[in-house]
């Protein structure tokens, strides 16, 4: 698992880049821990999510009723989208108890600093969801080319909602969004 905000190098698109990128825009080096990522239980009273690290603002909407869509919304942050010389290609998909279901969303191209939205229409009481996706776009940094990948997944429950239901499971310890930046040459 990656922690909110990391960032993988590889090649020697790394080695030159990695002290630029750090110390101009606030991403952090790659780190690794152990665990879940969390889940984020969506009720009537708490139907919001909004997190934010070095990667970008992502955040996320239920409305209950007739499938109960959750909405939700990506932008890069303010470092990367300097750093970008592209355009973007976005895709997401969404996972139930760990099976895709079905439903994607695919942008491209769009500017880098584009807000990202879209919604997955079908979310069920009680059940464990993951969206989950990628940006990829082109950077450069110092002079130096590269191919920029910034990847999240958001794990989500939707709760009670008032309709007499209760979700499945509890919260699990740790961030329900995480995101990590691979730059390759």
Known sequence: MKKNGSVKMVGRFATIALGLIAATTGISGSAEAAGDYGSKIFSVNDPFFLASDSNGRFSAQVSYGS?????????????????????????SWQYRNGSPTGASDNHNPIPAGYY?????????????????????FKVNQGGVAGTANVRF???????????GFTANKQAETGSAFTSSVTITQ
């Open 116 to 136: 990202w939205h879209w919604t997955f229409p079908t979310n069920w009481i009680g059940y464990n969801y993951e969206a989950s996706g990628n940006c990829n």
């Open 153 to 163: 997944v958001f794990r989500y429950v939707v709760g009670d909602g008032g309709l």
């Open 67 to 91: 499938g109960n869509p959750v909405a939700f919304s990506f932008v890069l942050s303010p470092p990367l989208i300097a750093i970008a010389t592209s355009p973007m290609n976005c895709t």
